[in-house]
C-alpha cells in the first residue's frame, strides 16, 4: 500500500512537470510549491502546498523601486547634461567673440580705439574705462557662472555621473585669456597716463622757467638806474689790501654735486693775489675757496681740500678763469682764457656743496659771513663771476673767453642787484670787458 501511494505521488510530480515544459499551465504563478512526503495511511492527498518564503515578496519590491530610481536618475542626469552643454556652447560663443574682438580691434599706441575695434561682448562701450569695467563684470559673471558648473559637476560626481575635464580646462583657458586681455588694456592706459603726466609736467616747468628769465629780466631792467648799458656790464674795484672791502652776492648755493666757477679778473699785487673768491657754510667756512696767497700757486679748496691750479694772472691784464669740479671721483679742471691747462682727481671725492652759505667776493671767510684776514684779501677788479651747478663743455668756455658769447651762470648769475659791496673806497664801475680787453691787446 505505501508503494502505491508514493507512486501516485511520483505520477503527480510528472504532470506537473510535463504541464510547465510544454506552457500548457493557463493560471498564473501563485507562488504554490509541492513536495512529496511519506504519509499515512488513510490521508486524503499527497500534495502539500509550501508557504512561500515570507521576505521574497519585500525583496523583489526593493528590487524594482531601485530600478525605477535608478532609471529616473539617468535621466535627470541626462537632463543635466544636455542644459550644461547648452550653457557650455553659450560661453564658447561670447568667449570666441572676446578672442575676435582682442584681435582686430588693438587698443593703438596714440590713446584711441582703432576704427575695425569690435565691442567685446557685443554691448561694450567704446570709452576705454567703461569698456574695462564691463569685461570686469564679464569676467566676474563667467566665473560665476564657471563656479556653478563645478558645483553641478560635484553633485553630479556624487551621483555617480562623469562631466567631461576637457570643457573645464577650456573656460578655464579662455577666463585666462580675458583676464590677460583687461589686465594688457589696463596697462595701456596707466602708460597713456604716465606719458601724458610727463610731458604735462616738463611743459609746465618749461613754461615757468621762462617765465622766470622774463620776470628776473624786468626787475633787472626797471632797476636799471645805476647807469649800466646791461646788467651785467660792470666790474667790482677793490684797491686795497684791508679785511672791510668786500664784495656780497646776495643769492646763495643750492646743493651741487658738480659745479662750474667761471669769472674775469686783473690784479698785479704780490705776493699772490689774495682770495677772489669764497663760500662758507655752517661748520666748514672753505667749501669752496680760490686763493693765492703769498708766494704759492693759486689754490682750489673743497671741503677744506686743497688742490693747486696751474694758472698766472698777476700781469695787471684781464684774464678770464674757469675752474670745473665734480664729486665723482673728485675730477677738476681749470682754463685760463679758454685753454684748459691743468687737471686732477681726488679733490674731496663723493662730497657733495652743502646749500645755504655765503658768497664772499674779495675775502676769505674764517666764519660764515665774516672773520676776514686782511693778508689774504684780493686786490684789483672782478667781473662776470658766474656759477653753473654742472660741468660745462670745454667749447662753451672758450665762447665766452673770447667774447664770442655770453652765458650767465644758471644757480649764480652777474647781475648789478645781486652784488653788494661793503667798505670806503670798495665800488662798482661800467666795464664793457671786451672792449677793454681788446685795449689792453692793442697797447
Same mark, same amino acid.
Given at each position: 500500500?505505501?508503494?502505491?501511494?508514493?507512486?501516485?505521488?511520483?505520477?503527480?510530480?510528472?504532470?506537473g512537470?510535463?504541464?510547465?515544459?510544454?506552457?500548457?499551465?493557463?493560471?498564473?504563478d501563485?507562488?504554490?510549491r509541492?513536495l512529496?512526503?511519506?504519509?499515512?495511511?488513510?490521508?486524503?492527498?499527497?500534495?502539500?502546498?509550501?508557504?512561500?518564503?515570507?521576505?521574497?515578496?519585500?525583496?523583489?519590491?526593493?528590487?524594482?523601486?531601485?530600478?525605477m *530610481?535608478?532609471?529616473e536618475?539617468?535621466?535627470?542626469?541626462?537632463?543635466?547634461?544636455?542644459?550644461?552643454?547648452?550653457?557650455?556652447?553659450?560661453?564658447?560663443? #561670447?568667449?570666441?567673440?572676446?578672442?575676435?574682438?582682442?584681435e582686430?580691434?588693438?587698443?593703438?599706441?596714440?590713446?584711441?580705439?582703432?576704427?575695425?575695434?569690435?565691442?567685446?561682448?557685443?554691448?561694450?562701450?567704446?570709452?576705454?574705462?567703461?569698456?574695462?569695467?564691463?569685461?570686469?563684470?564679464?569676467?566676474?559673471?563667467?566665473?560665476?557662472?564657471?563656479?556653478n558648473?563645478?558645483? *553641478?559637476?560635484?553633485?553630479?560626481?556624487?551621483?555617480g555621473?562623469?562631466?567631461?575635464?576637457?570643457?573645464?580646462?577650456?573656460?578655464?583657458?579662455r577666463l585666462?585669456?580675458?583676464?590677460?586681455?583687461?589686465?594688457?588694456k589696463?596697462?595701456?592706459?596707466?602708460?597713456?597716463?604716465?606719458?601724458?603726466?610727463?610731458?604735462?609736467?616738463?611743459?609746465?616747468?618749461?613754461?615757468?622757467?621762462?617765465?622766470?628769465?622774463?620776470?628776473?629780466?624786468?626787475?633787472?631792467?626797471?632797476?636799471?638806474?645805476?647807469?649800466f #648799458?646791461?646788467?651785467e656790464?660792470?666790474k667790482?674795484v677793490?684797491?686795497?689790501?684791508?679785511?672791510?672791502?668786500?664784495g656780497r652776492?646776495?643769492?646763495s648755493?643750492p646743493?651741487?654735486?658738480?659745479?662750474?666757477?667761471?669769472m674775469?679778473?686783473?690784479?698785479?699785487?704780490?705776493?699772490?693775489?689774495?682770495?677772489?673768491?669764497?663760500?662758507?657754510?655752517?661748520?666748514?667756512?672753505?667749501?669752496?675757496?680760490?686763493?693765492?696767497?703769498?708766494?704759492?700757486?693759486?689754490?682750489?679748496?673743497?671741503n677744506?681740500k686743497v688742490?693747486?691750479?696751474?694758472?698766472?694772472?698777476?700781469?695787471?691784464?684781464?684774464?678770464?678763469?674757469?675752474?670745473t669740479?665734480?664729486?665723482?671721483?673728485?675730477?677738476?679742471?681749470?682754463?685760463?682764457?679758454?685753454?684748459?691747462?691743468g687737471?686732477?682727481?681726488?679733490?674731496?671725492?663723493?662730497?657733495?656743496?652743502?646749500?645755504g652759505?655765503?658768497?664772499i667776493?674779495?675775502?676769505?671767510?674764517?666764519m660764515v659771513?665774516?672773520?676776514?684776514?686782511?693778508?689774504?684779501?684780493?686786490?684789483?677788479?672782478?667781473?662776470?663771476?658766474?656759477i653753473?651747478?654742472?660741468?660745462?663743455?670745454?667749447?662753451d668756455?672758450?665762447?665766452?673767453?673770447?667774447?664770442?658769447?655770453?652765458?650767465?651762470?644758471?644757480?649764480?648769475?652777474?647781475?648789478d642787484?645781486?652784488?653788494?659791496?661793503?667798505?670806503?673806497?670798495?665800488?662798482?664801475?661800467?666795464?664793457?670787458?671786451? *672792449?677793454?680787453r681788446?685795449?689792453e691787446?692793442?697797447?
Open positions: 500500500m505505501l508503494s502505491l501511494l508514493r507512486l501516485l505521488c511520483f505520477y503527480a510530480l510528472g504532470l512537470y510535463e504541464k510547465l515544459v510544454r506552457g500548457q499551465d493557463d493560471n498564473p501563485t507562488g504554490a509541492f512529496c512526503r511519506a504519509i499515512a495511511v488513510g490521508a486524503d492527498t499527497c500534495l502539500v502546498p509550501v508557504v512561500p518564503e515570507p521576505n521574497a515578496a519585500a525583496h523583489e519590491e526593493v528590487l524594482r523601486n531601485t530600478v *530610481q535608478l532609471r536618475t539617468v535621466l535627470q542626469q541626462k537632463e543635466t547634461i544636455v542644459n550644461q552643454l547648452g550653457t557650455i556652447n553659450e560661453l564658447t560663443t #561670447k568667449l570666441s567673440l572676446c578672442e575676435s574682438a582682442s582686430e580691434g588693438k587698443y593703438e599706441s596714440g590713446g584711441s580705439w582703432s576704427k575695425n575695434n569690435q565691442n567685446t561682448m557685443g554691448d561694450l562701450p567704446r570709452d576705454p574705462n567703461d569698456t574695462i569695467d564691463n569685461l570686469g563684470k564679464t569676467m566676474q559673471s563667467l566665473k560665476d557662472r564657471l563656479e558648473l563645478e558645483q *553641478q559637476q560635484q553633485r553630479a560626481n556624487m551621483s555621473a562623469l562631466f567631461p575635464s576637457e570643457l573645464r580646462d577650456l573656460l578655464q583657458r585666462g585669456d580675458l583676464e590677460n586681455q583687461l589686465l594688457s589696463v596697462n595701456n592706459l596707466e602708460e597713456e597716463k604716465s606719458l601724458l603726466y610727463n610731458e604735462t609736467t616738463a611743459h609746465r616747468q618749461k613754461t615757468e622757467s621762462t617765465l622766470n628769465s622774463l620776470l628776473t629780466r624786468i626787475n633787472e631792467l626797471e632797476k636799471g638806474g645805476s647807469g #648799458k646791461s646788467p656790464q660792470f667790482l677793490l684797491p686795497l689790501r684791508t679785511n672791510y672791502l668786500y652776492m646776495a643769492k648755493l646743493e651741487m654735486y658738480s659745479f662750474t666757477l667761471c674775469w679778473l686783473r690784479s698785479s699785487a704780490g705776493p699772490g693775489i689774495g682770495t677772489p673768491f669764497s663760500y662758507g657754510v655752517p661748520g666748514q667756512a672753505n667749501e669752496i675757496v680760490v686763493m693765492e696767497w703769498g708766494n704759492n700757486p693759486i689754490e682750489l679748496l673743497i677744506d688742490a693747486q691750479l696751474p694758472l698766472s694772472v698777476r700781469d695787471g691784464r684781464w684774464r678770464h678763469i674757469c675752474i669740479w665734480t664729486t665723482r671721483d673728485g675730477l677738476w679742471e681749470a682754463y685760463q682764457d679758454g685753454q684748459k691747462l687737471a686732477g682727481d681726488n679733490l674731496a671725492p663723493w662730497h657733495r656743496i652743502k646749500p652759505g655765503a658768497i667776493l674779495g675775502q676769505e671767510q674764517d659771513g665774516g672773520r676776514f684776514d686782511a693778508t689774504q684779501a684780493f686786490v684789483g677788479e672782478l667781473s662776470q663771476v658766474n653753473w651747478d654742472k660741468v660745462l663743455k670745454p667749447s668756455i672758450l665762447t665766452m673767453a673770447n667774447c664770442s658769447s655770453y652765458t650767465p651762470g644758471n644757480v649764480v648769475s652777474w647781475l642787484s645781486d652784488v653788494e659791496v661793503f667798505g670806503g673806497g670798495a665800488a662798482k664801475l661800467a666795464l664793457e670787458i671786451c *672792449q677793454d681788446l685795449s691787446t692793442e697797447s
